[in-house]
């Protein structure tokens, strides 16, 4: 059934977050119900929503779809995102592979103690300037494109964004050496789909907080014991 | 360059083995380069061979994939495993992304200290048959057809059967309760390609013995 895309998850970036991203980036209008309690999470699976009785969950198109590359790769192929063949679209899935790793160190973060917490920003850092910067840093300076593939937007793009910002969050100079990213950042941020979602007031959510922290946990009754990587 | 694929990775399962398994099922011959020691790795690192300084890589196509995700959707489209539209594909994705999660828990099994391992264990048979089976026993109880998606072979099959078979490994009555998992194990065996994947000298690799851990370590850390 059309419709606007709907969106279950907490109140908060998690996995939804690249999500949002990317629905926002193709100018899509989407809803979002918010999980805060334990009854929301339990009706969710009784009534069979869930398929994996896991959120992120999306309604779209008729279909409840689970798993965030699932959805994601579904959102990217629907808008023209995913590149125009089967060559770009491995290019495209490589970069992403690349950002979701990069994106998962950050992904556990809240959950960690104080002192695990200093760790895993060093060993995001470490990472983010090591392995992963410089390989988009190097494809962006050998094509001198705008676009990390093929001359068009794509889902990799939007990606490579939110891991920067998100890398920046911890690290806020974590750019210094990398001026073809820095120029990417500056360009990217300016395509008006996402300079909207960019702006105070939209649907992108904040860096998470301990309430996030203690709605994920009481919800879902996981993530107690956490440890760095 | 065209040619068959080349895998890089350590002999054994990790996250190639799905790669196998997708390659074999599509009939596709491939070449394999083992990694020996830490020194085999750090050689491709140097050379500019490994995008994210990580295997898998599969060179394929004139390309140096890495990405076991990125390889396994090139590998699925260019051989007509992914289903006829985008939402026979979202299917099949939100299936294997599951199984994905599952064998992951699977693969790392063998690397968990001695005092975690019953747990561990104890956590995979618990996913395995209270999240994961029974879903894949409705999707083929529901529509009544012989494979996950669209009434036709996919990725989504072989997939599944691979963990299937890895779960029996650990727990070799896992599918007791699971009737159409049991028949759909053994249909899927029985396709030509897959039937000769499963036969001994093919190069699908056996599970990982503790005596080996050592050796793999020293290559990754």
């Not at chain 2, 690192?45 to 995008?51: A, F, I, N, R």
Request: hydrophobic letters at 40%.
């Amino acid at each position: 059934m059309a419709g606007k895309p709907k969106l279950h998850y907490f109140d908060g970036r998690g996995k939804m977050e690249s999500i949002r991203w990317l629905l926002a980036a193709a100018g899509v209008e989407f809803e979002e119900e918010f999980l805060e309690t334990r009854e929301q999470y339990e009706k969710l699976l009784q009534d069979g929503s869930l398929l994996f009785q896991q959120v992120s969950m999306v309604e779209i198109d008729g279909m409840k779809m689970v798993q965030t590359r699932a959805v994601l790769s579904y959102i990217a192929a629907k808008y023209n995102l995913y590149g125009k063949d089967l060559k770009e679209r491995a290019l495209i899935d490589m970069y992403v592979g690349g950002t979701d790793d990069l994106m998962g160190f950050i992904l556990i973060f809240p959950f960690l103690s104080a002192e695990d917490k200093e760790k895993q920003r060093a060993f995001i850092v470490e990472k983010a300037t090591s392995r992963y910067f410089p390989e988009y840093e190097k494809v962006l300076k050998d094509h001198g494109q705008d676009f990390l593939v093929g001359k068009n937007f794509s889902w990799a793009d939007v990606h490579l964004l939110e891991a920067i910002l998100m890398v920046e969050e911890k690290k806020s100079d974590v750019l210094t050496g990398f001026p073809q990213l820095q120029a990417f950042k500056a360009r990217i941020s300016s395509i008006p789909t996402i300079k909207k979602f960019l702006q105070p007031g939209s649907q992108r959510k904040p860096v998470p907080d301990d309430k996030y922290v203690e709605t994920v946990r009481r919800v879902l009754c996981v993530y107690d014991g956490m440890k760095a990587n | 360059m065209s040619g068959k694929p080349k895998l890089h990775y350590f002999n054994g399962r990790g996250r190639m083995e799905s790669i196998r398994w997708l390659l074999a099922a599509a009939g596709v011959e491939f070449e394999e380069c083992f990694l020996e020691t830490k020194d085999d790795l750090t050689k491709l690192q140097k050379d500019g061979s490994l995008m994210f300084q990580q295997v898998p890589m599969v060179e394929i196509d004139g390309m140096k994939m890495v990405q076991s995700r990125a390889i396994a959707n090139y590998i699925a489209t260019k051989y007509n495993l992914y289903g006829k539209d985008l939402k026979e594909r979202a299917l099949i994705d939100m299936y294997v992304e599951a199984i994905i999660d599952l064998n992951e828990l699977l693969i790392i099994h063998i690397f968990q200290p001695a005092d975690k391992k019953e747990q561990h264990l104890a956590t995979i048979v618990d996913k395995a048959t209270n999240r994961y089976f029974p879903v894949y026993e409705k999707v083929l109880k529901d529509h009544g057809q012989g494979f996950l998606v669209g009434n036709q072979f996919s990725r989504a099959d072989v997939q599944l059967l691979e963990t299937l078979l890895m779960a029996e490994e650990c727990k070799p009555d896992i599918l007791a309760k699971f009737p159409l998992l049991q028949s759909f194990k053994a249909r899927i065996s029985n396709i030509p390609t897959i039937k000769k994947f499963l036969q001994p000298g093919s190069q699908r690799k056996p599970p990982l013995q503790e005596k080996d851990v050592p050796k793999v370590m020293k290559i990754f850390h």
